[in-house]
Structure formats: C-alpha cells, structure tokens
C-alpha cells in the first residue's frame, strides 16, 4: 500500500504561559491537518482552540499542568481509540515554528523507511538520544503493546530537567536495546561546518558574531536544533525551535536564520516575531 495512503495519528502537547492559543499553533495545527487523519490536542493551557478552528483537531483534552509534555502524550494516547488502526501515531509539541515546507517529505524520508521509532533528530547532547519535539511510534510497536507499556510507566514528574533525565535521554536507548528499529531524519554532525558558519555571521553585530563563531569552534555535542540548524532543515527538517529565536541560548546571529525562512520558505515571519516577542522571558517582569 502507498505510505501516502496509510493513516496517522497526531498527539499534540500545548502549552502558553497566557493561556492562548497561538496563532503559529494554529499555522502549525492546518498544516498537521492536510496529513494526519485523526488530532488530538491535550493543553495544560487553553480551555479549547479559538471559534472557528475547532475543525482542526478531532479531540481537545484540558488538563492540570502537571508531567510536562510528556505526560500530555500519555493523556492523549490512551484517549485515542483503535491505535492498531494507524500505521503510526506521531507525537509533537508547540516548542517549534513551522512546518517550514510540506511535512509529507519528512514523513516519507528514506532514512526513517523501515524504523518502527523515529525522530525528526538525533542528538549527542547530554547522551545520545532522539529529541522529543516530533517523534514517531509505528504500527508494530504499537500492535505489541509495547508503546502502551512505555505509556503505561510515564508519571506526571516534578522538573523539566526530570522529564528529560528520565523519558527522552532514554527511550530511543530502550527502544533499540529491546530490538526496535530506531531512527532519525536528521543524523548527521551537529558542528556547523565552515560554510553554515560563515552564513550565520551577521556584520550588523559584530560581538555577538564573535562569541557564537567561538562557541562554534569550541562546542561539543549542542543542540543541533540550535548549533546546526540550517543542516538541520536542509537535512529534510521542516521546523525551527522557538528557544533559537526566543531566548538564543548559543547567541546565533538570528539575522541569517530569518533570512532565511524569508527567501526560502513560505512561513510567515510575522507569527514568529508576535509570538517570541510576547513569550519571551522578559516580557513577564
């Protein structure tokens, strides 16, 4: 059967420190919503989605902020009926803008062809392991009940730090170590390479060029998400993380970045300047 005509299923995690939906999750809910053939929405935020976009998610779960996006996932699993009937159910969160072009091509990407987990990237940051921000459980390990039993043992945990110690740095590891094939679009180096570095150089501010372009050269194992994103999204990644352009942690020149989305892509930029200008860490002293 075309991979094209199999269905999937979404697990949205949703979080605003207003309590809004925002409209680049909004931008990003149409786009899911061309592909996947059932949407569930679990916030720790919002009440519902705005009038006039309820079409967009097939089920909208509320629920106390507690566990983090993970523990939303395991809500929206085990409200999704018939999970043997998707060929995969793909697991998400609101921390990336975008899709910045079709999302089908990530989902037919060669390298994830035959992987029952995947990730949109991997990363040696900490450890290595798949990030969380999109990754994927497919229909064999969901017939064998083994998604259920990783669902079954996550607990709604106190930090962020916790979440990520204990469920992301781990699964693929476990995953692979019980015999699943584990994968992701997006393997490669995560130092930028003398060309992505030179690009990401912005001249309007030279200091601040200077420090990522000596973080650059120093650097082990970042964040590719954030250290390697124009690899990143070349390498077949449709999205950008919000931190990147919200708060910066490795001082990338975001002049190139937008740039870029602007030449080369049909996202808007203005949701992405409303959005990090309203959430930014500053904008609640």
Same mark, same amino acid.
């Given at each position: 059967m075309d991979r094209q005509l199999l269905r999937r299923a979404l697990i949205l995690s949703h979080f605003d420190p207003e309590g809004i939906v925002d409209p680049h999750f909004l931008f990003s809910l149409a786009a899911y919503r061309e592909i996947f053939s059932h949407i569930t929405v679990v916030s720790? +935020?919002?009440?519902?989605? %705005? %009038?006039?976009?309820?079409?967009? +998610?097939? &089920?909208?779960?509320?629920?106390?902020? &507690?566990?983090?996006?993970? /523990?939303? @996932?395991?809500? $929206?699993?085990?409200?999704?009926?018939?999970k043997d009937s998707f060929f995969e159910i793909v697991f998400a969160n609101? #921390?990336? /803008?975008?899709?910045?072009?079709? !999302?089908?091509? #990530?989902?037919?990407?060669?390298?994830?062809?035959? +992987?029952?987990? @995947?990730?949109?990237?991997?990363?040696?940051?900490?450890?290595?392991? !798949?990030?969380s921000y999109f990754f994927s459980m497919r229909f064999p390990m969901i017939a064998a009940g083994a998604a259920q039993?990783?669902?079954?043992?996550?607990?709604?945990? =106190?930090?962020?730090?916790?979440v990520i110690n204990r469920y992301e740095l781990q699964m693929a590891e476990k995953f692979q170590a019980a015999g699943w094939r584990v994968s992701a679009v997006?393997?490669? &180096?995560?130092? =930028? #390479? %003398?060309?992505?570095?030179?690009?990401?150089?912005?001249?309007?501010?030279?200091?601040?060029?200077?420090?990522? /372009? @000596?973080? +650059?050269?120093?650097?082990?194992?970042?964040?590719?998400?954030?250290?390697?994103?124009?690899?990143?999204?070349? $390498?077949?990644?449709?999205?950008?993380?919000?931190e990147l352009l919200r &708060?910066? =942690?490795?001082?990338? =020149?975001?002049? %190139?970045?937008?740039?870029y989305i602007a030449r080369k892509t049909r996202y808007p930029l203005a949701l992405i300047d409303a959005h990090a200008a309203r959430t930014h860490p500053g904008a609640f002293h």
């Open positions: 720790t +935020a919002a009440q519902r989605l %705005p %009038p006039g976009f309820e079409r967009l +998610a097939d &089920t909208f779960i509320n629920r106390e902020n &507690t566990g983090y996006d993970f /523990y939303s @996932w395991k809500i $929206g699993y085990n409200a999704l009926g018939e609101d #921390s990336i /803008y975008g899709p910045l072009f079709d !999302l089908r091509h #990530s989902l037919l990407h060669p390298a994830i062809k035959d +992987a029952d987990f @995947w990730a949109m990237t991997s990363s040696h940051q900490i450890r290595w392991h !798949l990030q039993s990783f669902w079954d043992r996550i607990e709604p945990l =106190p930090s962020k730090a916790d997006f393997s490669g &180096t995560t130092r =930028p #390479s %003398p060309r992505d570095s030179r690009m990401m150089i912005d001249l309007r501010k030279p200091l601040r060029s200077a420090l990522f /372009y @000596w973080r +650059a050269l120093r650097a082990r194992a970042q964040n590719p998400m954030h250290q390697s994103w124009l690899k990143v999204i070349e $390498g077949g990644v449709p999205f950008i993380k919000v &708060t910066n =942690p490795l001082y990338i =020149p975001e002049e %190139p970045i937008r740039s």
